[in-house]
């Protein structure tokens, strides 16, 4: 290999690194201005109060038994998870202590976040993908109408206040899953276990919980506006938009999980 | 001021990366005139609307709408001059979760659910006019056939009385018949209203039906304009093979 061969193949190597790196930044920018201008957009009027409620009933209400279910269970398995564990080294009266911090501080905002992401990021992108594809979102625009206003900012801050009012039920019931299990399994004390819950329960805790939460919803309806608005190529593109958004909103709920954990309790 | 153009392009260019759609297009649409692009499917023509909506951007050139400049307009300057144009877009374009007279009324209540009684008649007022009747009202746009589907898209078009229609394939996907029925209600509006038109289609028979000049797209560039009288001997090459309708000529 001659000098200029080697130098050629030290260049296509930092491009190959280059490259991707560059458009993950673009895309991170583009996304941050999206944001940026959907909630610019949304303090000032025509506001869209019903088209609020509606999302909310879509994104809150209808999630509900699918948060409550995955809760429950969890809550239980965790309970048992604990009890068995703990018996190695005589530490079984930790369950209801590692029950309720487990649940409020990790489980129940993660698996809400993403119980939640699968199903409304997922719809959001399809819906918005498909009125992109139609044209539907360039009518709405001659129709002298801000697609930001009417069809993001209701969903962003629908998902943004709907999320902390799920983790908030998905806590209660996994807290109770595992106090149900514990008293009727593993023949803890009823009245023992509930007040070693409450003893330990912090209300850092729980606000953590809900700042956790209202993150989390942030992202779940930005990837999902954001993949829908970008979408183009027809049927396939909105498929595309919709794992696209899901897989995105998991990625961003588990890696701001981190840092949040981190920061607050590390 | 009668010389000023309702529409105005000067040297208006777009590319898409490295891919020119529209080159160094010029035209001119005088206040009530019906004018049509025609060209094929890829040579610029819904790009060259979108971008005189605001729907993109020009890369280069300007744009005047009565003799004002919108490349150069701010954002809410922008919306004012939009409020002047109506699109009638290919598929309709109507939004299947709300309900045919929502939809008509959509750009009166810039879509907030008010106003019931009085916006229901202005768009009962306004499907009367397409040539359908108050029984479509509450009906969703799903439950409507094509061409029902177009004319709703139409009278949406209209509702707030915009001074230029644009009309993006009006024809295309319905059987000839509704084809001319969408022909001559475009000819009657242009006519009853006062609007300057703007129609881009490949449909020949649409093209002399509804328009009073005609420029042709290829590639990008604006390759023949004239009235549409002149549209069968043009002298130039393209328009002849396009208007023949044969795969062989000057564009493969």
């Known amino acids: 290999m001659g000098e200029a061969g080697a130098i050629n193949t030290v260049i296509s190597l930092f491009a190959a690194i280059g490259r991707p790196v560059i458009s993950a930044f673009a895309t991170i920018g583009r996304i941050a201005l999206f944001a940026l201008t959907t909630i610019r957009r949304a303090l000032t009027p025509p506001y869209y109060p019903i088209r609020l409620l509606e999302q909310l009933l879509s994104i809150g209400w209808y999630s509900l038994p699918v948060v409550a279910l995955t809760a429950a269970f969890t809550g239980m398995a965790l309970a048992q998870q604990i009890y068995t564990g703990g018996m190695r080294f005589n530490a079984q009266s930790t369950v209801p202590a590692i029950v309720v911090i487990g649940m409020v501080r990790e489980l129940g905002p993660v698996l809400t976040g993403l119980m939640v992401a699968g199903r409304v990021s997922s719809a959001m992108a399809a819906e918005i993908g498909t009125m992109r594809v139609t044209e539907q979102i360039d009518a709405m625009v001659t129709l002298r109408t801000d697609p930001y206003r009417y069809l993001i900012a209701p969903r962003l801050f629908a998902s943004i206040i709907a999320l902390p009012l799920l983790v908030c039920v998905a806590n209660v019931i996994g807290i109770f899953g595992g106090y149900l299990l514990s008293v009727y399994k593993l023949g803890f004390n009823p009245a023992g276990y509930l007040e070693m819950t409450a003893n330990i329960l912090e209300s850092d805790d729980i606000v953590m919980s809900l700042v956790k939460a209202a993150v989390f919803g942030f992202f779940i309806a930005l990837m999902g506006c954001y993949a829908g608005v970008r979408t183009a190529g027809g049927a396939a593109g909105v498929g595309r938009a919709t794992t696209d958004a899901v897989v995105w909103a998991f990625v961003l709920i588990l890696l701001s999980n981190l840092i949040l954990t981190v920061a607050a309790f590390g | ?252």
């Open chain 2, 1 to 252: 001021m009668a010389d000023i153009p309702k529409i105005e392009l000067r040297g208006v260019s777009k590319s898409f990366g490295a891919k020119a759609v529209l080159r160094d297009v010029s035209f001119a649409v005088a206040p009530g005139e019906a004018f049509t692009i025609i060209g094929g499917s890829g040579s610029g023509k819904s790009v060259t609307l979108k971008c005189i909506l605001g729907l993109m951007e020009a890369d280069a050139g300007k744009i005047f709408v009565d003799g004002e400049e919108i490349t150069a307009m701010k954002p809410a300057e922008r919306d004012r001059v939009r409020a002047k144009f109506g699109m009638l877009f290919q598929g309709g374009a109507l939004f299947d979760s709300l309900s045919v007279w929502r939809n008509v009324t959509f750009a009166l209540t810039q879509g907030r659910l008010k106003g019931g009684g009085e916006l229901r008649k202005i768009a009962e007022e306004n499907l009367e006019r397409v040539g359908l009747g108050a029984e479509v009202l509450d009906l969703r746009p799903s439950e409507l056939s094509g061409g029902m589907q177009k004319r709703v898209a139409l009278a949406r078009a209209i509702a707030h009385r915009p001074e230029i229609v644009f009309f993006d394939e009006p024809t295309t996907g319905l059987d000839p018949i509704r084809a001319d029925i969408i022909n001559k209600l475009i000819v009657e509006l242009v006519r009853d209203l006062g609007i300057t038109a703007v129609a881009i289609t490949h449909d020949m028979q649409s093209v002399e039906k509804i328009s009073d000049r005609v420029a042709m797209l290829y590639d990008g560039a604006i390759v023949w304009t004239g009235p549409t009288a002149d549209l069968r001997h043009s002298g130039n090459s393209h328009v002849d093979q396009f208007v023949e309708g044969r795969s062989d000529g000057p564009a493969e």
